[in-house]
């Protein structure tokens, strides 16, 4: 089969590129696009714009305000090392550094991850938590869309022909109280593995101990991932106890819709939902209590 490969060399030709072959696919780090390919799950495109050599996609930049503004070719291994990610951005941090091996974590991108669209992508719980925003871009325009809308299924999103996925940028977080986040996921081995089920928190909690406010969102459970909002709404204003972190954490499992697959049932994962959803919330929580110190 005869491939179309066109390798951009900087934004602007990516967009002509596409605006050329808007059914092209975008190859970045391309450990989705080809080894879907080598193990027979999904053919070559017919056409291929590739992007890896555009640089003005790879920076991770603090923007005014305190938000922070990531390069769709950033990879997980610079989310995972990022000391302004690890400090302000946990959740993303601990995630990042679960993808895959060192070798895919080195390849793989963030842009390549959201597009993917998997409801099992590690990013996509922290990024709800965060109320990240993609940035895409075309020949014609720009727009900008929260993650929530731009994952629409499983391997499904709302970009357009044409369009490529530019940043994801991460609004400022109010920090008073103070907020600590976190990452967890139930897996069978420590590496080259997929979540079974995960679950990230973003809490913030007063020098008494409060919840005033949090955010929880679950990993492949769902045909995307998403938020947990009855449980988030049961933490707010109460004291972050041992008893109501799980009652909150079985909230998320109640609102969790998993599926029978070969890794799990359907109702494995629902019970594994409450236990890795409250070892979540408790580690956010002593990472917001350390920032009240």
């Known amino acids: 089969m005869r491939v179309d490969y066109l390798e951009a060399t900087d934004l602007k030709q990516a967009r002509e590129f596409l605006g050329r072959n808007p059914h092209a696919a975008v190859l970045a780090g391309g450990t989705d696009l080809v080894v879907a390919s080598r ?13 890896h ?6 920076a991770i930049v603090s923007e005014r305000r305190g938000g922070l503004r990531i390069g769709a070719l950033a990879s997980h291994a610079d989310l995972e090392s990022s000391e302004v990610v690890k400090r302000d951005w946990s959740a993303l941090a601990g995630a990042s550094a679960l993808v895959g091996s ?3 974590r080195h390849l793989g991108t ?6 993917n669209a998997s409801p099992a992508m590690e990013a996509g719980s922290p990024l709800l938590v965060f109320d990240a925003r993609v940035e895409l871009t075309s020949k014609r325009r720009k727009r900008t869309l929260t993650f929530a809308e731009f994952v629409t299924g499983p391997g499904r999103t709302a970009a357009e022909p044409g369009e490529l996925l530019a940043a994801v940028v991460l609004p400022p977080l109010n920090r008073r109280p103070p907020v600590g986040s976190a990452y967890m996921r139930l897996e069978y081995r420590q590496a080259m593995e997929i979540a079974v089920v995960g679950a990230a928190a973003l809490v913030a909690v007063d020098r008494r101990g409060q919840c005033n406010w949090a955010r929880i969102a679950l990993t492949a459970v769902a045909p995307t991932c998403m938020r947990a909002e009855a449980a988030e709404e049961m933490l707010k204003g109460k004291q972050l106890s041992a008893d109501m972190i799980d009652e909150a954490a079985r909230a998320a499992a109640a609102a969790a819709r998993p599926i029978d697959d070969v890794r799990a049932s359907a109702e494995y994962r629902r019970e594994m939902v409450a236990v890795i959803t409250a070892r979540a919330i408790r580690l956010a929580a002593a990472r917001a209590e350390e920032g009240s110190r």
């Open 39 to 51: 193990s027979g799950k999904r053919a070559l495109p017919e056409s291929i714009v590739a992007i």
């Open 110 to 115: 963030i842009g390549g991850n959201v597009c």
């Open 102 to 104: 060192p070798a895919t």
């Open 53 to 58: 050599r555009v640089q003005e996609l790879r």
